[in-house]
């Protein structure tokens, strides 16, 4: 099983730029899809971005293309969420999750982090 640990979170005016950081422990990620996702005040969780055990293995959803970059360090089992151009919708808990495939729904991913809390006001 493995354990992630997410960071980075905060509050953010509109426009602004955070990221955030999930360490990978307890098993090799190098082989390991993950990935980010949200979950906002009364909505239901929602993919973000996904990547492979390879950086061209990437996917993101349509509403964070352009201002969202996903990336991964294996050298130190951590995935990365670049945030920029951030909304007051990108208002979120936002959850790290690894995987046996690389996919966009929940059942894709065994494995959740506790959250990091995303506030950007406007």
């Known amino acids: 099983q493995v354990q992630l640990a997410e960071s980075g979170g905060g509050v953010v005016q509109a426009g602004g730029s955070l990221k955030l950081s999930c360490k990978a422990s307890?098993?090799?990620?190098?082989?390991?899809?993950m990935g980010w996702f949200r979950q906002g005040s009364g909505k239901e969780r929602e993919f973000v971005a996904a990547?492979?055990?390879?950086?061209?293995?990437?996917k993101y959803t349509d509403s964070v293309k352009g201002r969202f970059t996903i990336s991964r360090d294996n050298a130190k089992d951590t995935i990365y969420l670049q945030m920029d151009s951030l909304k007051p919708e990108d208002t979120a808990v936002y959850y790290c999750?690894?995987?046996?495939?690389?996919?966009?729904?929940?059942?894709?991913?065994?494995?959740w982090g506790q959250g990091t809390e995303v506030t950007v006001s406007s």
């Open positions: 999750a690894a995987g046996l495939r690389l996919g966009v729904n929940r059942s894709d991913y065994t494995s």
């Open positions: 307890g098993h090799s990620s190098i082989t390991i899809p």
């Open positions: 990547i492979g055990w390879r950086d061209s293995s990437i």
